[in-house]
């Protein structure tokens, strides 16, 4: 007899790489971070520490290696499990750079010099501007093609390199024959934008010089909720979400996203109540929803035999993935076996 049993639905590939360039805020967190382990159920996730990148600008190489430790930590402390999503640092497999070359030498410099982020980094490091900070988008190229993912989750500082690397995955395509997956942009269902508590009209930035316009993730519950006892707000005393009130509407918000309450029952809940009590509350529930991600970071960080077998895993794997398409590529250009 027939088996009419139909066969599962394959997973579709995400792929995300962050920079080592310190811990996430608040508003990164709300943003995305804290779909991350719902996202690993949903797809074949890969993340991988974007080492490689970071060095487009000046870095301590001391500082460098305890920030990378540090952000292959809280990856797990945000709920990536390596077990179910590939999680590896970009520098521990070669194939990066190596595809990179390739890809530079199918494109057009042209293409390279009118990327909007090269130019705002040249402007900001003007006495850096080097070969690699213009070719960065070609080695972004090579960190996705590599994978063959479905879907990279993309920012607005990021689509223009997305977009660069679809055209050169298609114009190999079409010298080459068939070899890489065009990927798509993966746009998360908008998620709530979170303001400085300093300036709420200026999105929340770990880069903010004033340490009181961000929460970062790891910041101890005490400092959290000071910081929101001094968010700025306005003269009235009602707690409304309403046009001209942005300090309390981005408060709301951060109060909305993390209860699950929406406006109107947070404005009965603090009804005949004053700014200080609901600073208050806030700050307290922002600081139980991360106490997990601070209590696992701390675990994490201590375990440093742990966090090196699962990064030195996941670079195994996915050196076995990526050196697979490599040599692909190798076959299609012309270079000899080795």
């Given at each position: ?136 988008p070609d080695l972004m190229a ?14 607005a500082d990021q689509k223009q ?178």
């Amino acid at each position: 007899m027939e088996n009419t049993t139909p066969k599962p639905e394959r997973k579709k590939v995400m792929l995300s790489g962050i920079q080592p360039t310190g811990v996430f805020t608040l508003g990164n967190y709300i943003g995305a971070v804290r779909n991350w382990g719902n996202l690993q159920e949903e797809y074949n996730c890969i993340y991988f520490i974007a080492d490689l990148h970071a060095i487009t600008v000046r870095q301590d190489p001391a500082k460098l290696k305890k920030q990378t430790m540090e952000c292959f930590a809280l990856l797990l402390a945000c709920g990536i499990d390596p077990e179910k999503s590939l999680t590896f640092i970009q520098s521990h497999v070669p194939a990066h750079a190596e595809l990179s070359w390739v890809l530079s030498c199918h494109t057009q410099f042209g293409e390279l010099s009118r990327m909007t982020q090269f130019k705002d980094k040249s402007a900001k490091h003007a006495d850096n501007v080097n070969a690699g900070l213009f070719t960065y988008p070609d080695l972004m190229a090579a960190d996705i093609l590599l994978y063959k993912p479905d879907f990279v989750p993309v920012g607005a500082d990021q689509k223009q390199h997305l977009e660069l690397t679809r055209d050169v995955a298609n114009r190999f395509n079409n010298l080459y024959g068939n070899t890489f997956v065009v990927p798509e942009p993966y746009i998360p269902k908008a998620g709530a934008k979170i303001m400085s508590l300093a300036d709420p009209t200026k999105k929340m930035s770990k880069s903010d010089e004033n340490v009181n316009g961000f929460i970062s993730i790891l910041d101890d519950p005490g400092v959290i909720v000071k910081k929101f006892k001094r968010a700025v707000t306005d003269s009235e005393m009602e707690i409304a979400y309403r046009e001209g009130k942005d300090g309390i509407n981005n408060l709301m918000t951060i109060y909305s996203v993390i209860t699950g309450k929406n406006y109107e029952q947070i404005e009965q809940e603090f009804a005949g109540k004053g700014y200080g009590d609901f600073k208050t509350a806030v700050g307290e529930v922002v600081a139980e929803e991360l106490r997990p991600v601070r209590e696992n970071f701390e675990r994490y960080s201590k375990d440093k035999a742990y966090l090196q077998e699962m990064y030195r895993k996941g670079a195994e794997q996915a050196e076995r993935f990526a050196r697979r398409t490599l040599e692909k590529v190798y076959k299609k250009v012309g270079f000899l076996p080795r």
